[in-house]
């Protein structure tokens, strides 16, 4: 897996958020830098069966799905 880039949406009620993030992988860490505030953000991955994106936070996951525009 190369360096790249991700959009997310988080959608909330009536309106979404959209997160663009610049990427890249180092080990078993997935390192994020959001253009808009600046810095690093290091974070366990995994895949899952289904291809999901799974992130772990401390004492929590979050899972992701690709999703075709």
């Keep these: 897996m190369g360096d ?3 959009v997310y949406v988080i959608q909330q009620k009536a309106s979404k958020q ?4 610049a990427y890249r992988v180092d080990g078993g860490r997935l390192v994020t830098n959001q253009p808009s505030d600046p810095r690093e953000e290091r974070t366990r991955f995994l ?3 289904a291809g ?5 936070y401390a004492e929590s996951k979050v899972w992701f799905a690709r999703v075709q525009c």
């Design 47 to 49: 895949f899952d069966a």
């Design 52 to 56: 999901n994106l799974i992130l772990e």
């Design 18 to 21: 959209i997160v663009k993030l």
């Design 4 to 6: 790249g880039a991700v």
